[in-house]
């Protein structure tokens, strides 16, 4: 073994020990850099093409986002005409697509129903409210309608006399009143012939279902399909004109063009608002060929198949019980803000741009009550008419109110309606191109 002092005179004579440390072997950059022919210092960039072509990408992905691939879109009348032009020398070749994309680029303006009735005065075509005081300030093209709908308001000549026995069961307790709801001599004559009446039976279980959903607090779906549908269904198969008048669920249907839905003045679109319910007119399937042959694609402001070629005369909209009505009210004004401008159109490609349009009834259904409307056109504005209560699906005589008020919307849209739509709509748009047969 060594002893101390040979340990000692060691470490004096080697120096102070150093701690052994194990070699690491770097890689050379040769071995790990694969651009290794590349001049040191210049870092690989991407070249101005291929930011440029990625640059475009972007936009056009940006631009093409809400863009969906369409077929090219027949109607004829989907660009605005001006009042004064024929249609066919302001038709735009424009198809759906490209109108969609640029369409979306506009916001839609939102908040509470109040506050975009307010807002419609601002609008393209602006629509303002007023109530019936008297009919001082009805157009004569409405007129009987609206002495009609306030009759059935008042309960007066709402049922023939032959069913008198009914009285009992209808009574309000009133005897003036019970007495004014049937129809007598002369007025009886009228009355019928606008229609007949369901059974009192009948009239009663609609009452009863009517009932049923304002206390369960039924859905605006509900209401629909076991109450409003049921009255619509029964005045018009009671009507005279059920082959020429019928009605429609439209719940589905959405306005189209969509360059239709009105615009603000200050940008933007009003949402566009769909009804429930419409009454039209039937039109004999040659007519629709012959429409199609001459690039109409259809007779109303909305591509919903189920009423392409039945012109709409009356649009209803519904809500539930306990339901505002301001929402409602905006939901009509802008349906009917864009009949008028398609209307519009109609007339300018048949050559009658300045002819006035006839006023659209209306109706609002909000739980059991039935309101009466119209809608004028004054060309460039409109104003929206707020009739009376025609009646109330909680009672028999309500009903059959309601009925009366239905089936004289029939009458109106096949004798007075029709006429007009026929001598300044169909009539010149058939016979384009063939002005001798006009003359005839």
Known sequence: MWCASAIIDWIETTGSPVTPTRPIR???LVEIDPNIDRPRGAKRRRTDTAAAETAMAMTNDYTDMDKTPRRGHRLVLTAPLTP???GSQTISSRSESEYATSSTAKRKRTGS???????????????????FTGLQHCSLAIRDLVIASRDCAKGRKILSERYSEWKQALATGMDEDDEAMFARGAAEQERDLVGDVPSLKWTSRQVERAEHANSTGASESAWNNEVHSNLLEAAIAHSPFVDRVTWHDITTARIHPKDLVPEFALGGLVDSKSVDFCIALKLDTSIQQLLYARGIDGLNHTDYTGIKWEPIVVSIETKKAMSGSADATLQLSTWTTAHIKFLRRLL?????????????????VVGHEWRFYWIEDHMT????????????????????????????????????????????????????GNPESMAD
């Open 26 to 28: 770097k890689r050379a």
């Open 84 to 86: 004064g032009i024929s």
């Open 113 to 131: 129903p109040t506050k975009r009735l307010y807002e419609r005065q601002f609008a393209s075509y602006p629509v303002s409210d007023r109530s």
């Open 348 to 364: 300018c490609e048949a050559g009658n741009a300045t002819v006035t349009i006839l006023p659209l009834p209306l109706l609002m």
């Open 381 to 432: 504005s409109g104003t929206l008419w707020q009739g009376e209560i025609i009646g109330k699906t909680d009672s028999a005589l309500g009903i059959y109110q309601i009925m009366k008020a239905l089936q004289y919307l029939a009458y109106w849209a096949n004798q007075t309606y029709l006429p007009w739509f026929e001598k300044h709509i169909l009539v010149p748009i058939l016979h384009m």
